[in-house]
């Protein structure tokens, strides 16, 4: 019987456009729209600028685009800045069933790679598909264990999308494409200890996955090998990053080409941690009823155990958090955001933003338990619950199961395009956001280098 490696390999090898359904090239437009915005306003952060110094060695005349500069970079270089800068602002969309933020990773590896190739749109489609169905597959199969470890499912995952993304443009064989994936099982890497002081090593995690995807197709192209069994063997990923008797082996492969994991992917409407995202929407229909935070004596949420380290813990360090990326990850500041603002966006985290008193005050209201098994939709969803206890004594509660922008409540196409023209007007300018929209919405027509192009920045903004 082969391994689910094999059985992948043979998947992306033989995959073609004409397999996809439309609803699988639709996603794919709207999610390679979202990403290239939220990198080009993350290009702004001071993490990505970082990122861009450390890899000039990379540049190159005529490389693949740096998006939201006039920087052009090696393949290998692009796609690594491009990740650091799609996931730094945590605005990136997520595969709610495997917590996998994979497009921060595929769209760089397509792009950059596509470019390098002179791919067709039509190859683009197809890679980012091929990407996702195995990145989210892999999640799947660990069954949130490998968070339990303290792993970042999503770089863990996420190399062997990369790595099936970049074997389908290099054009390997079914047999080169195992190896490929058997490759980045030693490529595998990202902890969260990132969370113990907000370190920016996380949003390394999605450019390095993409950058070693690609680094493990080229290596099996050249004959280097990888162990077949790098899944299910005795020291493969789900038992050395999860826990095995948690795992669902089965999940690598099942209805592989007939179940579109790549049309079950969440766009954010926030630019905070996705488990945060129901339980602001919970407190924004709070606000919506006329409670106001005065009336408000404590909010209680209901929130899932896996969700815990990230938005729960440790309590103390969310009631008053230390930076602006904390913030993003601290439930009850996000909570009492939203009421006392009316809004949770990019200004909701400037660091002038996080002493406010009135914030910490109502944020100190906040109080959590553990949801039983079976209680919330988690992980189908990423769902929210608050129990509000007014100054006067009556209780009300908001529970939202599916999260906005989720699969089964999703953002509309233009509702993605607005969100683009948000994050990217300010460095490509009106009439370029239109020229990249149309360009994307365009797909499959639009060559890979072309669109490449129109999410360059004029050579003002690199240098600025």
């Known amino acids: 019987m082969p391994f689910a490696a094999e059985i992948l390999a043979k998947f992306v090898s033989t995959l073609e456009l004409a397999d996809l359904p439309e609803t699988a090239v639709d996603s794919a437009r709207r999610h390679l729209l979202d990403t290239f915005g939220v990198a080009i306003r993350g290009r702004s952060h001071g993490n990505a600028q970082n990122a861009v110094a450390a890899l000039a060695e990379g540049r190159v005349p005529g490389g693949a685009p740096v998006w939201g500069t006039s920087e052009t970079y090696s393949t290998g270089h692009a796609a690594l800045a491009n990740g650091v800068a799609s996931h730094v602002l945590d605005f990136d969309d997520t595969h709610t069933d495997s917590i996998v933020h994979g497009s921060a990773i595929i769209v ?29 597959r892999v999640g799947l199969a660990a069954k949130g264990t490998f968070h339990k470890r303290g792993f970042h499912t999503t ?76 899944f299910e063997g005795r020291d493969g990923i789900l038992r050395a990053y999860g826990h095995p008797e948690g795992c669902d082996v089965a ?13 079950r992917v969440s766009i954010k409407p926030y630019p905070c941690c996705h488990f945060a995202h129901a339980f602001v929407d919970c407190a924004g229909a709070l606000a919506a009823r006329g409670i106001k935070p005065a009336d ?6 209901v929130v899932p155990e896996i969700e815990l380290p990230l938005i729960c813990e440790p309590w103390n ?74 100054a ?62 129109a999410l360059a920045a004029t050579p003002s903004y690199a240098t600025a």
């Open 108 to 136: 760089p590896v397509v792009m950059a790679l596509g470019h390098e190739v002179g791919a067709k749109g039509g190859d683009v489609v197809t890679a980012f598909v091929a990407g996702w169905e195995v990145a989210a």
């Open 155 to 230: 770089s863990i995952a996420g190399v062997f999308g990369a790595a099936a993304a970049a074997a389908k443009l290099l054009g390997l064989s079914s047999q080169q494409t195992a190896h490929a994936i058997g490759i980045a099982g030693s490529q595998a890497s990202g902890i969260n200890e990132y969370l113990s002081n907000s370190s920016s090593a996380k949003c390394i995690h999605t450019g390095w996955s993409a950058h070693a995807g690609i680094l493990a197709a080229r290596l099996a192209k050249g004959g280097m090998t990888g162990p077949m069994s790098v």
């Open 251 to 263: 999940q690598l492969t099942a209805d592989l080409g007939t179940r579109w994991e790549s049309t």
């Open 296 to 301: 408000i004596a404590a909010l209680h949420c």
């Open 317 to 390: 360090e969310k009631l008053k958090p230390a930076s602006s990326y904390a913030a993003k990850f601290s439930l009850p500041f996000m909570l009492a955001s939203r009421l006392v603002d009316g809004r949770l966006d990019h200004r909701t985290f400037e660091a002038a933003n996080l002493g406010r008193a009135e914030l910490l005050d109502l944020a100190a209201r906040v109080t959590y338990r553990v949801a039983q098994p079976g209680e919330t939709p988690f992980p189908r969803t990423f769902p929210g619950w608050v129990e509000a206890t007014l």
């Open 392 to 453: 006067d004594g009556r209780k009300v509660i908001e529970r939202l199961d599916v999260n906005a922008g989720h699969p089964d409540n999703p953002l509309s196409l233009e509702q993605v395009a607005a969100k683009f023209r948000d994050n990217a007007a300010a460095t490509l300018g009106e009439a370029a956001c239109a020229n990249a929209i149309a360009l994307t919405r365009a797909l499959p027509a639009t060559p890979a280098a072309d669109l490449g192009r």
